[in-house]
Nanobody
Framework: QGQLVESGGGLVQAGGSQRLSCTAS????????MAWYRQAPGKRESVASI??????NYADSVKGRFTISRDNAKKTVYLQMTSLKPEDTAVYYC?????????WGKGTLVTVSS
């Protein structure tokens, strides 16, 4: 059975940068449109999405600070985060977009200290 594995989270100071990775494995032979989602207490939101051909879209809250990219051969999606803010603190997940139909991975926790 396929799974999504997120990595790259950790503790970072406000203003710092972090790069997240998400790799699809197992029976997931190809991935289509993908997105990074984040879960903070009380809400889950998609922050960035990317089509298979590389077209991107961002939530207003991260526009200009986050960059999503992908390597189709490696079945991996990346999220480069810069100018991090305490409100970016969340567990970050990847999944298909706009409907997250794959089983959720464990996510990776990003904590931004002020």
């Amino acid at each position: 059975q396929g799974q999504l594995v997120e990595s790259g989270g950790g503790l970072v100071q406000a203003g710092g940068s972090q790069r997240l990775s998400c790799t699809a494995s197992g029976s997931i032979f190809s991935i289509g449109d993908m997105a990074w989602y984040r879960q903070a207490p009380g809400k889950r939101e998609s922050v960035a999405s990317i089509t298979r051909r590389g077209s991107t879209n961002y939530a207003d809250s991260v526009k200009g600070r986050f960059t999503i990219s992908r390597d189709n051969a490696k079945k991996t999606v990346y999220l480069q985060m810069t100018s991090l803010k305490p409100e970016d603190t969340a567990v970050y997940y990847c999944n298909t977009y706009p409907i997250p139909w794959l089983d959720w991975g464990k996510g990776t926790l990003v904590t931004v200290s002020s």
